[in-house]
């Protein structure tokens, strides 16, 4: 994309689809930027592991930056193992004797097996920035979406290799910035405890590469579902009788 026009982007991604909440752009970078202010917060007593954080987990970060943006470091992630693994923080052989990683296994929520099949951001990052799209003054890496039932209807149909997932919901961020896939997740336990995500909100995260092919999609889709939905409704009418 050149020299694009993010608030425009924003409009246009939230208009298409009837977003509620805004886009969220995400963005790593192997140094803190310096034009960006840090995310600040106490952190409370570390757990006998050692974790603690200005938040309980990176995905809280979704919800700070609805309105605002910040920058991020390892540390500030360091509270949930999972999500620091996720997002490239730490490996695996780093957390795993974590009593948060110890708890979800013994509760059965995840098996040891199924953790390398979850996708990590590779290369460590030095930093995230977090911040409502239409703020973003650089390429951001992923945009995320939270969606309901029927916006990822719309979406499934405008990117048919739309990738649903579940637990962590995290994993998504990685999904998009890793892989270049446009990944949605239908949420998780821990992330929902977490962030008091709606039972009936979902996520999507789209890698920056794809945003204006997706958009554009998006946007063609909703017009013929705008036509379906108005020929249903019409003959919905023939019914209005009984």
Request: net charge negative.
């Amino acid at each position: 994309m050149d020299s694009p026009s993010w608030p425009d982007i924003a409009g246009r991604l939230t208009s298409s689809l009837g977003l509620n909440s805004p886009p969220i752009a995400i963005t790593f970078a192997a140094d803190v930027p310096e034009d960006v202010h840090a995310y600040a917060g106490p952190k409370p007593s570390p757990a006998p592991d050692g974790r603690t954080g200005p938040v309980p987990a990176g995905c809280v970060f979704w919800t700070k930056a609805l309105d605002r943006t910040f920058s991020t470091v390892a540390s500030d992630h360091a509270n949930c193992s999972v999500g620091t693994l996720v997002h490239g923080f730490a490996g695996l052989d780093e957390v795993a004797g974590n009593s948060d990683v110890a708890a979800i296994l013994d509760s059965g929520w995840v098996t040891m097996e199924q953790i390398p099949a979850i996708p990590i951001v590779r290369e460590r990052p030095g930093s995230v920035t977090y911040g409502p799209l239409t703020e973003a003054s650089a390429t951001p890496d992923v945009v995320l979406i939270r969606i309901s039932a029927g916006q990822l209807m719309l979406l499934a149909e405008a990117v048919p290799e739309l990738k649903i997932g579940g637990k962590p919901q995290c994993h998504v961020v990685a999904a998009a910035k890793q892989n270049g896939e446009v990944a949605a997740s239908l949420g998780c336990t821990l992330s929902r405890s977490r962030t008091g995500q709606a039972d009936d909100e979902m996520t999507c995260a789209i890698p920056v590469a794809r945003l204006a092919e997706v958009v554009t999609s998006v946007e063609e889709k909703a017009r013929i579902d705008a036509v379906a939905e108005g020929y249903a409704a019409a003959d919905l009418q023939r019914f209005a009788e009984f």
